[in-house]
């Protein structure tokens, strides 16, 4: 089974790409999702958070105060170090075990959802790289759409993200979002056939 990092900039598809796969039965994993679950109330992090850090950093209803952890790391860079390892030691463990269970159903591919994977400079991670993508001018109108949001914020936004040609030149696998949602869903389809086999 193969690791494939879903990624592209601001208002390309992602979103529209990871539930369509989520809908044909594949697993995608949003990193993020699984940090902030696990520090949530009750979460998978929270026994390492009071070990290292303290019940002052455990709010009440038993999730991280994440204010005062943010207040703390900010100040602290080995803070900030001490609680990298232990999410990250609980993310990769999940990852681990959602990874075999997924191969023994017979999956040829699990799926990342990292929107700043060459931002973060993470892509040696992954075994495939798949960028979606769209023209400027579509993604802004898209984005325009589904957010209340400043067209200039958009501008600012896109323009600190990598730049479109570089990311596909660095991707094994390419989607072009300019058109329906149907070509869309064709488009992965097809790669999903690539996948497998
Ligand atoms: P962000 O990085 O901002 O989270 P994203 O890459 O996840 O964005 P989506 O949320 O999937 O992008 O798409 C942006 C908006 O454009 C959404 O409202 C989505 O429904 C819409 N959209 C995406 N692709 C198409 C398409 N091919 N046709 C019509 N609408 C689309």
Redesign the pocket.
Known sequence: MISVAIT?G???????VTNYLISKGFTVIDADKMSREMTGAGGKAMPYILEHFGSSFILEDGSLDRAAMRDLIFRDPEKKLLLEEGTTKVILEDIEAIRKERAESGDKALFFDI?LLFETGTETDYDAILV?TADYDVRKA??M??DDIDPAIIDLIMDTQEDEERKIAMADFVIF?N???E??HDAVDMLIKKLEF
């Open positions: 592209g601001i208002g390309s598809g992602k979103t529209e929107p979606i898209r984005i759409a589904r979002n058109g329906t949602l070509e869309l």
